[in-house]
């Protein structure tokens, strides 16, 4: 019986820049800001610039998701009661299909207490603003690839990254080259099989 693999799929959907949301009830202000991020250092380098620049709000919650399956991931309720604030941002961006994002909700206590419903309300619905407001873009999830070669296989190897449209992020040429670019996952396989015997491929 003849048998098919499945195509990799390395595209998904996340945001181009920064966006902010608003959603207010019983005099809470509840601010929430998405962001593009790509590293959990970049999430928490975010993180804390909110809280430092909202040093005078009761509680700065967040969710965050990174990569093509979006397998890291996390959210923190900073305070509020268990899962009526990280999980509803969260769910907005699983709601979304959004990964590589990271959503700060800061929150302004307005004197009333809004109940577990409430506040799971007001988490989801700040959250949604901000992704509302965002420009949703297609990424393609890629490895970065280093070829090690002889210089005899230098127009070999530039044959290949020019059948594939790929331009080194990095080259060095001597002796022995090396050049390192960035191949999507769909293509990896097919890429490294092209480049065979010619080169040592470190896959990142």
Same mark, same amino acid.
Request: charged residues 25%; hydrophobic residues 40%.
């Given at each position: 019986?003849?048998?098919?693999?499945?195509?990799?799929?390395?595209?998904?959907?996340?945001?181009?820049?920064?966006?902010?949301?608003?959603?207010?009830?019983?005099?809470? %202000?509840?601010?929430?800001?998405?962001?593009?991020?790509?590293? *959990?250092?970049?999430?928490?380098?975010?993180?804390?610039? =909110?809280?430092? *620049?909202?040093?005078?709000?009761?509680?700065?919650?967040?969710?965050?998701?990174?990569?093509?399956?979006?397998? &890291?991931?996390?959210?923190?309720?900073?305070?509020?009661?268990?899962?009526?604030?990280?999980?509803?941002?969260?769910?907005?961006?699983?709601?979304?299909?959004?990964?590589?994002?990271?959503?700060?909700?800061?929150?302004?206590?307005?004197? &009333?207490?809004?109940?577990?419903?409430?506040?799971?309300?007001?988490?989801?619905?700040?959250?949604?603003?901000?992704?509302?407001?965002?420009?949703?873009?297609?990424?393609?999830?890629?490895?970065?690839?280093?070829?090690?070669?002889?210089?005899?296989?230098?127009?070999?190897?530039? =044959?290949?990254?020019?059948?594939?449209?790929?331009?080194?992020?990095?080259?060095?040429?001597?002796?022995?080259?090396?050049?390192?670019?960035?191949?999507?996952?769909?293509?990896?396989?097919?890429?490294?099989?092209?480049?065979?015997? %010619?080169?040592? &491929?470190?896959?990142?």
């Amino acid at each position: 019986m003849e048998s098919f693999e499945k195509p990799v799929s390395d595209c998904y959907k996340s945001i181009s820049s920064p966006s902010s949301g608003v959603y207010k009830d019983k005099g809470s %202000k509840f601010l929430s800001f998405a962001f593009p991020v790509d590293s *959990e250092e970049r999430v928490k380098e975010l993180i804390a610039a =909110k809280k430092s *620049e909202y040093f005078d709000a009761r509680h700065h919650c967040y969710a965050y998701r990174l990569g093509l399956d979006g397998a &890291t991931w996390r959210m923190n309720d900073d305070g509020e009661p268990s899962s009526t604030a990280g999980k509803p941002i969260l769910g907005q961006i699983l709601s979304n299909e959004l990964s590589d994002i990271l959503i700060v909700v800061v929150r302004y206590f307005g004197g &009333t207490l809004l109940g577990t419903s409430g506040l799971i309300q007001a988490y989801k619905g700040a959250a949604a603003d901000a992704i509302a407001n965002a420009s949703i873009v297609e990424k393609i999830a890629a490895r970065q690839v280093e070829l090690v070669f002889d210089y005899i296989q230098m127009n070999d190897i530039m =044959k290949i990254l020019k059948n594939y449209k790929y331009v080194p992020k990095s080259q060095k040429f001597d002796n022995i080259c090396s050049v390192t670019v960035d191949v999507r996952l769909s293509e990896l396989e097919g890429f490294i099989n092209a480049v065979g015997s %010619k080169a040592e &491929t470190i896959i990142k």
